[in-house]
């Protein structure tokens, strides 16, 4: 007899219908099941399972790829070397005799690595008697190299089953009408286009005639389209009459129809026929399905059909399951993405797919979760990573649809308003990119977002936001690091050109950027000196801000990033020389220009890969905040004795950043400490852009250079030049090329400690 994963298991406790205990039992092949009665509706399974005797090794990896050479990397939930097959406890979960999909239990937080334990949270849709199996995961084949799975020294502690406490069904709105009446039931009509084709030249539409030229060359020039290419070709079909774009977007509806499966194609790794991908693909359906009408032919639309109504049920299952990833977040991008996405397909579906009913009755209050969860101040986060097409795209389809089949406008949340103020905030205009800490290389690309700027625009008459969408066609040449630039580049005009109304859409009017804008949900701060194109981003908070550290507490939810506290990022004419190394593989704080206590870092400094789950926030912020506009000066405290661990003895810590109004900005920490310990502050670089010090006064820049000069209060320091160790990922938003750091150690050890750091600048 095989032993199920964490045997002997115990009984698992009830609160369905009323408080009680359910025996498992066990085959012979270590499967283990249970049985229940429910209402109609949807349940949790939470288990807990001690890992004391478990041999954590196996959720570490050697890294010989994306340019490491023998780099210990971990711990992981999935496997970075192994086709993202899991390394977290896992189980085939089948409902009533259907195999639902496989389950992982949650990436493992700080505090359960400390403590050796495992944790899950899985979802299923149930009515009646019902008979839930988990088989036990291993791989089907062994890849070379790969060791075998060994589930022993895991022991379940507990198991509840109760009505589903983040999730629901509701009865659809009264009066919603069916999928045709959602925009691309309106692109099926020729008399959407008409307009648009005879406007562009000279006309109402005449600012997107080039944008949409260049989009049409670039993508009736490639050969092979997949799903975010059909909105694309169907554009250049209708409003530029692109010879051969109808059988090329016929031909991509037939590569989506045609593929196994969507995302992941191994059915043990993550995001197999869900996540971001798979949606996607059943968007592009949906819209094709209204879009093309006749066009797609007797037979596609059948095949089409069929495709649709598999995978959009095999999507809402495996939302369910992956409870504790992309399917029950509801803020990081993967399940911020997915499921907008899959909202927008939902809705199309209505009245097409019986199956659509439900989705749409799950989704729209799935959906509201996050809409609360948003930031209240408009700020892009970095769950995001500050990419206003990651961001706001999905949102922006999915609220069109909801608008036009409920009534019910999604942009009444007053966050949304606040994007505006945002982007007014951060966009350097000459760069054509967001200017904010935490970003790839501190910035991201001011693209994808024009569908999204239009609509606020018209609704509340904002004639910045309508400014800002006509700068962002203008869509120069940029470098991407990543695919989805590419295809949100591809799309800005088309979707801008879709949701454009002459007849309700402002004057634009060319805002002036802030000199000072601090934004107190999301802890974020910036500076601005337009004469001499500088830039001071500051954030202290919680990864995506207050209000989303109190409205979930799904792993990928609380996720932390480095652990980074005071970090900065300064910028002269669009570059970040003083800026956020790549985060990469291994989350360190000596890839942050932070202070290091006895050379260890803050709460989190161990390494973890990608991002840290179910992080918790200890109370690190901005302390004050002070402008006097007249005068040009101002002051940014930040709290910072919470963020390191009870081991480093901080009694007190705080770092200030005075802004003065002759391009001078002072960095003073104040430091107590229990006892005399050794401090060092390290401030980050990127080696092509320039590091260098004369004297000890730091030197970042080539051709124009910001100094960096310490005045430490009755101790010296000394400085050095060091490179930055990164542990590189799949993608790097700096190319792959090197960081250094210059650092400074108080030549004794100290008790307390006032320095400031002067950063200076010319115009």
């Known amino acids: 007899m095989q032993p199920t994963i964490g045997a002997p298991v115990v009984d698992i406790v009830s609160t369905i219908r009323a408080p009680r205990t359910i025996q498992p039992s066990v085959s012979d092949d270590g499967a283990l099941s249970f049985s229940f009665d429910a209402p109609p509706g949807l349940y949790q399974l939470s288990i807990v399972m001690d890992a004391a005797e478990f041999d954590f090794e196996q959720l570490y990896e050697i890294l010989n790829k994306h340019g490491n050479v023998n780099r210990r990397t971990g711990p992981w ?12 406890p896992s189980y085939w979960v089948s409902v009533n005799g259907e195999r639902i999909g496989l389950w992982f239990f949650s990436r493992i937080s700080l505090e359960d690595l400390e403590h050796r334990r495992f944790r899950g949270n899985t979802a299923f849709y149930a009515d009646g008697p019902t008979t839930v199996e988990l088989q036990p995961f291993t791989p089907a084949e062994l890849l070379e190299g790969q060791k075998p799975y060994d589930w022993s020294g895991l022991r379940w502690v507990s198991a509840v089953l109760q009505p589903d406490p983040e999730d629901c069904l509701v009865p659809l709105p009264a009066g919603i009408k069916q999928g ?22 000279g006309g109402e539409y005449a600012l997107y005639s080039e944008p949409l030229r260049r989009a049409f060359d670039a993508v009736t020039a490639r050969e092979g389209h997949g799903a975010e290419d059909i909105l694309l070709l169907l554009a250049a079909h209708r409003i530029g009459q692109r010879e051969g774009a109808l059988e090329m977007a016929l031909a991509a509806v037939d590569a989506v129809i045609n593929q196994e499966a969507w995302g992941n194609p191994n059915p043990e790794g993550y995001s197999h026929n869900g996540d971001m991908g798979a949606a996607a693909c059943l968007r592009a359906l949906a819209w094709a399905y209204h879009a093309f ?10 095949r089409l059909l069929d495709k649709l109504r598999r995978h959009g049920e095999v999507f809402f299952n495996l939302a369910l399951l ?47 979760r996050s809409l609360d969860a948003m930031p209240r101040d408009g700020v892009i986060p970095l769950s995001s990573w500050r990419h206003i097409y990651l961001w706001l795209s999905p949102v922006t389809h999915y609220r069109d649809a909801l608008l036009a089949l409920t009534g019910e406008d999604i942009f009444d949340g007053p966050q949304f308003a606040e994007v505006t103020r945002y982007c007014v905030a951060a966009l350097d205009e000459p760069g054509h990119r967001l200017l904010s800490v935490g970003a790839g290389a501190d910035r991201s690309p001011f693209i994808g977002g024009a569908h999204f700027l239009n ?58 950027p802030p000199r000072f804008a601090y934004f107190d949900d ?14 001071l981003s500051v954030q202290c908070a919680p990864y995506a801000g207050f209000n989303a550290y109190m409205r979930s507490l799904n792993a990928c939810d609380r996720l932390g990033v480095v652990p ?30 932070v202070l290091l206590i006895d050379d260890r870092g803050q709460r989190g400094d161990i390494g973890y890969p990608m991002s840290i789950p179910s992080k918790l926030h200890y109370g690190e912020q901005i302390q004050l905040v002070r402008w006097d506009d007249a005068a040009g000066t101002g002051l940014v405290r930040l709290w910072l004795t919470p963020a390191y661990p009870e081991s480093a003895g901080v009694s007190l810590y705080t770092r200030d950043f005075i802004i003065a109004a002759d391009r001078q900005i002072t960095i003073r920490d104040t430091v107590v400490l229990d006892e005399p310990r050794r401090l060092s502050w390290l401030f980050q670089g990127k080696q092509e852009f320039g590091v260098a010090l004369d004297g000890v006064t730091g030197l970042f820049g080539h051709e124009r250079a910001v100094s960096l000069t310490p005045a430490p209060v009755d101790f010296s320091v000394t400085a050095g030049i060091h490179p930055t160790d990164i542990v590189w990922s799949y993608a790097s938003a700096s190319g792959f090329k090197p960081f250094e750091h210059i650092r400074y150690d108080a030549t004794e050890p100290l008790r307390a400690a006032v320095i400031d750091f002067v950063l200076r600048w010319d115009g």
């Not at 500076?527 to 830039?535: H, I, L, P, Q, T």
Request: proline share 6%; aromatic share 12%.
């Open 322 to 368: 992956n409870r504790d990833y992309w399917g029950g977040s509801i803020l990081q991008d993967h399940g911020w993405k997915s499921l907008f996405i899959f909202g927008a397909a939902a809705l199309h579906c209505l009245g097409v797919l019986p199956e659509a009913n439900r989705w749409v009755s799950y989704v729209i209050p799935r959906l509201r």
């Open 180 to 201: 045709s009446d959602g925009p691309a039931g309106r692109w099926g009509d020729p008399a959407f286009w008409q307009p648009i084709r005879e406007g562009l030249d």
């Open 293 to 302: 009408g006749d066009e797609l032919g007797d037979e596609r639309r059948a």
């Open 77 to 88: 939930d999935f496997s970075i070397n192994f086709n993202n097959s899991p390394l977290v």
């Open 564 to 593: 980074e506290a005071g970090h900065f990022a300064f910028y002269l004419d669009g570059t970040a020389l003083l800026c956020s190394p790549d985060a990469g593989y291994a989350l360190r704080s000596a890839t942050r220009s």
């Open 455 to 512: 609509r606020i625009a018209q609704k509340n008459a904002d004639a910045h936001a309508a400014y800002l969408q006509q700068y962002m066609l203008q869509l120069p040449t940029l470098e991407f690091y990543h695919g989805t630039e590419i295809a949100a580049y591809s799309l800005t005009a088309v979707e801008g050109v879709l949701t454009y109304d002459p007849a309700t859409q402002p004057a634009p009017a060319k805002p002036t």
């Open 522 to 535: 999301s802890g974020y701060v910036q500076y601005r000196d337009d004469e001499s194109r500088a830039v």
